[in-house]
């Protein structure tokens, strides 16, 4: 399975409500388990050093309480066998039993050994054993001279030079805690203290489980208390304790072993004043079956928080989309063609509002696109039709008016002659030549031909002069149509409303690699506000122009859109005496050079 089937498997196409709702739950889902796990295993490890503290706890104190009792009783044991009048004397007197005079040894050493004990709860019995047969004794059980040669006074005589401890097999009542007696360097007897079992018990009541089991095994491997453990099958024998003592490397060390097939946290401690060595076994299974309980509680709670959760995701996730939803059904119905489609009004003000906005206005700007394209296309389909209709040949044009000049010629009529000649001319160049370039000479033979007409629509003459500085200036190529509206404007706003005639001077030179045309006249003038009323009215639909509706601004601006704004037209006049257009053009000699390549 490769990385993209991966993908897909764990994110499919579905919808965007979906991807919302698989994302919050995935994160539930992911956060809930990570949380549960680590507060379960957080909670095993705290139970589990609790526990393990506590009954390292608890052993030490044991152990402190025991030593504190097994330290009074070998006080009591050195009291004892220093004491010469009443207990060495005792045993090695001569009397006999039954006699007046052991009676009296008897009740003496007997009142003596029960004043030690007094007030000392935890002994049982106190006695001496003298090696000679004698016994006495006081507490319980019943002693008598049958305890000599027994394993408990032979070990007693091996190791009691300080103090022996000595638990008898088979019983459960005391612990006996043994030492010498010597006289003259020999022993003499053996006193003997038991220490009541019930005490051990209630010292070493150590269960942090109802089947933990303590052991506390003396420096033969010898059980000194073992603590009423649950199953009998649950209990390990005394060489399974043996072994696991073993490995403990030393005082208070925890490990983890399993015995019989179960889980024990073992805690041992070892005793330096008797050299016993404690063991607790606390099964794993009943001390973390509470974490169990709380592990499956918990759990459970996941699991409801989880499906509480995905139900309040699915709401929110479908009010979050509500809105994408209703954007997508207007966007479908845009998609056929309907854009008169009932709209939804989404308020909010997020992302989605704003975006329902800006499709609004598209579908807005839309209708009236397509409303001014329906239009545009009728007033195509008018214009064709009126220009079909309107369809004029230009060389029908031509015959009629040199029908018109062949007219005036039989006639005898020279200017209409001199006018419908000068009129082929010019709309010879207005409708026969598609061109946007043409030289300067043809310019000026325009200039020439829109002269011969307009000069019999005044009564007094109009001088025209041109002022040629370098014949080769005349191949230079202008656009078409640049002169005539600035001569138009001299005549009818410079020199025609004076009414006494008048002359226009074109001047044209070259500077500074540049072409220069000045058109003069010597009509009224204008101010600094009329010429800027004449820029900004130049070129209107309402500017009076008979052969051209381009105007003066409209030529300036076509050579500053064509060439930049170093190039264009400036204006000069003084009223009453002058006026003045500059024209500033860039030299293009080539005369083979196209329109496209000039541009």
Not at 182 to 211: C, H, S
């Amino acid at each position: 399975m490769n990385l993209s089937t991966l993908r897909r498997w764990l994110w499919p196409q579905t919808s965007f409500q979906g991807k919302i709702f698989m994302a919050f739950g995935l994160i539930t889902f992911l956060s809930i388990v990570s949380v549960t796990a680590i507060v379960y295993m957080n909670m095993r490890e705290t139970i589990k050093h609790n526990a393990v503290t506590s009954v390292s706890d608890s052993i030490r104190q044991a152990d402190e309480s025991l030593n504190v009792m097994l330290e009074e009783i070998d006080r009591l044991n050195t009291v004892v066998v220093t004491n010469k009048n009443t207990v060495i004397n005792t045993i090695m007197s001569p009397n006999e039993e039954p006699s007046y005079e052991w009676f009296l040894e008897q009740k003496r050493i007997t009142e003596y050994l029960s004043g030690l004990i007094q007030y000392k709860p935890y002994i049982s019995r106190m006695a001496v054993v003298g090696l000679n047969g004698k016994v006495f004794f006081t507490g319980g059980p019943w002693m008598d001279r049958s305890v000599l040669g027994t394993p408990m006074l032979n070990y007693m005589l091996h190791n009691g030079s300080r103090h022996a401890y000595f638990k008898p097999e088979g019983t459960a009542d005391a612990i006996t805690v043994g030492r010498e007696i010597r006289y003259n360097r020999e022993t003499v007897g053996i006193v003997m203290v038991d220490l009541d079992y019930d005490f051990i018990k209630k010292t070493y009541g150590v269960k942090p489980t109802a089947d933990s089991m303590l052991y506390v095994l003396d420096e033969q491997n010898g059980y000194v208390y073992q603590s009423e453990s649950g199953p009998s099958s649950y209990a390990p024998p005394l060489d399974r304790i043996v072994q696991i003592k073993g490995k403990l490397a030393g005082d208070n060390d925890v490990v983890e072993q399993k015995i019989n097939g179960r889980s024990y946290i073992v805690v041992s401690r070892h005793s330096e004043y008797t050299g016993w060595s404690t063991l607790a076994l606390i099964p794993l299974d009943s001390l973390l079956s509470e974490s169990t309980r709380i592990r499956n509680l918990m759990t459970e709670v996941s699991i409801i928080v989880f499906i509480v959760i995905l139900i309040g995701s699915h709401q929110v996730s479908s009010r979050t989309t509500i809105n994408i939803r209703r954007l997508r059904s207007m966007m479908m119905q845009v998609k056929d063609g309907n854009l008169s489609f009932p709209r939804t009004e989404i308020h909010s003000k997020d992302e989605i509002g704003q975006l329902y906005r800006v499709f609004i206005s598209m579908v807005d700007e839309l209708k009236r696109l397509m409303e001014g394209i329906r239009l545009s296309e009728k007033k195509k389909r008018e214009a064709e039709l009126t220009a079909l209709q309107a369809q004029i040949r230009p060389h029908f044009l031509y015959n009629s008016l040199n029908t018109i000049k062949y007219l005036a010629k039989l006639n005898g009529v020279p200017n209409i002659e001199e006018v419908s000649g000068s009129l082929i001319e010019l709309m010879r160049g207005l409708l026969g030549n598609s061109n946007e370039f043409l030289t300067l000479r043809e310019e000026l033979d325009y200039v020439n031909s829109y002269i011969s007409i307009v000069k019999y629509k005044y009564l007094e003459p109009i001088e025209v002069h041109t002022q040629i500085e370098d014949d080769a200036l005349l191949d230079c190529r202008v656009l078409k149509l640049m002169l005539q509206p600035l001569v138009e404007n001299a005549i009818m706003h410079g020199i025609c409303p004076s009414g006494e005639g008048g002359f226009v001077l074109i001047r044209v030179y070259a500077e500074h690699q540049e072409l220069r045309i000045e058109v003069t006249d010597n009509g009224r003038g204008m101010t600094q506000d009329q010429i800027d009323a004449l820029l900004e009215a130049a070129g209107r639909e309402d500017t009076p122009s008979r052969f051209s509706s381009m105007g003066v601004r409209n030529a300036n601006e076509r050579i500053v859109r064509m060439f930049g704004d170093s190039y264009g037209l400036s204006l000069y006049s003084e009223p009453g005496l002058y006026t003045k257009v500059e024209i500033r053009f860039p030299q293009i000699r080539n005369s083979d050079q196209s329109d496209e390549e000039v541009v």
